[in-house]
Every structure is written in C-alpha cells, then in structure tokens.
C-alpha cells in the first residue's frame, strides 16, 4: 500500500521521483566512463587521455550540480544530492 502524503505536495512527490530516476541515469553514466576510464588505464595498447578526459568533464558536471556519491559496496554506489546550501548557509543547515 502507497503512503498517502498529506504535508508535501503532490507536485513535489512527483518531482523528486523524476528527480530520483534522473540520478539514476547519470550516476550509471559516470559509472560507466570511470570504468572505462580504470579498463583504458590498464590497458597499455589503449590511449587513456580521451577517456580519461571524457570522465573527469563528468565528474565536473556532477560535481557543478552539487551531487556527491555515497559510500557503498563496491559498484553499488549511488549519487545523491548535497542538501548543505551555498555561501553563507554553508556552514550550517538549521531548521
């Protein structure tokens, strides 16, 4: 049975779903071009530096979005969102 939301909004339920299945495809994304960048490394008849380079602009854009991956097994880490504001609410989140 579905938990019935009375505080948040059904826009807002929505929108974090989207925003869940969005993260999903982007962290199996960054996963991908890391391990094709750790296979090329290995590999001495490959050139590593465009798929290095391909993964570490990822990594940026991941970063630039304010995501962070989570500890876990090794290939079940996941991306979540850094909850922590900007400037001056960065050093504390107070509720």
């Not at 993964?55 to 995501?67: Q, T």
Request: glycine share 8%; hydrophobic share 45%; net charge positive.
């Amino acid at each position: 049975m579905a938990m019935r939301f009375r505080m948040i909004p059904d826009a807002d339920v929505k929108a974090i779903r989207a925003a869940r299945k969005a993260l999903t495809r982007i962290a199996k994304k960054t996963r991908r071009l890391c391990d094709a960048e750790k296979a090329a490394l290995g590999d001495p008849d490959v050139d590593w530096k465009p798929v290095a380079l391909e993964c570490w602009r990822m990594l940026d854009e991941v970063d630039a979005l304010g995501l962070t991956e989570s500890s876990g097994k090794k290939g079940h880490e996941k991306l979540r969102i850094r909850l922590v504001p900007s400037g001056e609410l960065g050093n504390g989140f107070a509720l």
